[in-house]
């Protein structure tokens, strides 16, 4: 009982004496990961099975994914010229909607109903194509491989690999998978890796969010904002093998260096932002800025080492573009995204076009109305944050809308939205209002449920 009591006043002693910052950014971290664990496994014991029902151009397609193995099952959902529309019914059967007969998922034969003594044809269309894990293996404890999903299997894939393993793998830059690999040897997974950098550095952007608000406006203010960027409907992709996390704390850092004139740590911090995404180059704007306010402009050594560092980053990235996969270093088109460089406002027109021609998802007005709010908001809470950030914020919101998707507008912005982090500041000032507040916690946290519960079933939310 005394090594219990002596124990528990040391670790109370211990919490006591840390920063104010980093005891908000433990037990905001910790409340926000446990809600998301119950959340995942509550999606994983009611749901499974992950089926769709796909309409591809020469193929109607069912296909099944076994959450708690990562087995994949493809179908023809056509037999006898009837197309069958299919939902899950238990963890190993599912129903069609038209009569109701139950099938066998891993063999494709009705077991019982109108059409018991079928079996569903094998589909042309490999797994591959719908779920792509990138030449990587399917995490093999279910509760961590739900979040194995997209973009995570690019990153693991290079980190393994190195770029040209898969097609359109020099999309993303070179800093997270490098990190992964380094790791690794620790973990024995790539993926596990990757999920414990994603984690660690969340955390640490969690207290930099912080301290950074509290610079701006008071405690609560500060507190409130970082918290509605925890809950914002997109969070979750910080808590996954994602770049998102390791990008904010680089840019946090590389602008809270700027803003104590330490050139050289700041232009370290844009380099690793650079090589995180290329969206880091909208600090090079706040970096020249500030630098021309300490006169005299270029006129100190310091300058120089400073602006070079994110120019070699970028540089470096090209570069890589360039000898690995890409025909061209700078992507003003890439086919196999069927991406291109165009005007922000032909971005913004391309999403009212597509709204308006009646050919929309849920997903095309969630990116439309988070883009939309973002730019309100960037208009509306200048004056209320410092001039650099404003800078920085501006030129990353125009470096995300000069890249069209001509198979999605404004593609993954629910999701970019969160590197926009100043704006959460703006959005904590403004639940000020009771009615605002409420209106923001309940419009962003069943949104979170929902699309985290698409993400863990490998649906495409951003």
Known sequence: MTYIFTFKT?????????????????????????????WSWLVLTSQPLAVQNIDLSDE??????????????????????????????????????????????????ALEGPFQGFTLSQAKTLPS???????????????LAIWQRFDANWYTSVAATGYGGVAGDDHFPPLFPLLIRVVKPLFGSAFLAGLIISHLTTLYAIKLLYDTFYQWGENRVAAR???????????????????????????????????????????????????????????????????????PFLGKLIHWFGLALPAIGGLFYLFLRSRQVSNS????????????????WETYW????????????FI???????????????????????????????????????????????????RYALTLFPLFFILGTAG??????????????????YLSAQFFLWGWVA
């Open 329 to 344: 270093a700078v992507p003003f088109v890439e086919s196999h995204w069927h991406a291109r460089l165009v005007p922000p």
């Open 364 to 414: 095309d007005i969630l990116n439309f109305a988070v883009a939309t709010l973002f730019i309100l908001l960037l208009i509306l809470g200048w004056r209320k944050m410092p001039l650099e950030y404003h800078l920085y914020t501006t030129f990353s919101l125009l470096i995300i809308l000069i890249r069209i998707v001509e198979t999605q507008p404004l593609i993954s912005m629910s």
């Open 432 to 449: 000020e209002n009771q009615w605002l507040r409420r209106l923001i916690v309940y419009t962003f946290i069943p949104l979170n449920l």
């Open 60 to 109: 109607h397609l069912l296909t099944i994914f076994n959450l708690k193995n990562s087995q994949a099952y493809f179908y023809s959902r056509e037999i006898n010229g009837e197309v069958l529309t299919f939902h899950m019914e238990g963890p190993n059967a599912v129903t069609d909607v038209q009569t109701g007969s139950l099938w066998d998922i891993s063999t494709g034969n």
């Open 10 to 38: 040391t670790l109370v002693q211990r919490w006591n004496a840390l920063d104010a910052s980093w005891r908000f950014a433990i037990a905001a971290f910790l409340v926000v990961r446990l809600g998301f664990g119950v």
């Open 350 to 361: 391309y999403s009212i076009h597509t709204l308006l021609s009646n050919t929309f998802t």
């Open 225 to 295: 904002a970082t918290l509605f960027m925890l809950i914002y409907p997109t969070s979750f992709f910080l808590f996954s093998v994602y770049s998102e996390s390791i990008f904010l704390v680089t840019a946090l850092l590389s602008l809270q260096h700027m803003r104590i004139r330490s050139w050289a740590w700041a232009g370290f911090f844009a380099f690793c932002a650079i090589l995180t995404r290329l969206q880091g180059a909208a600090l090079l704007i706040p970096l020249i800025y500030l630098m021309w306010r300490d006169r």
């Open 129 to 143: 194509e719908i779920f792509p894990y990138h030449q990587t293996k399917p995490f093999s404890v279910p509760w």
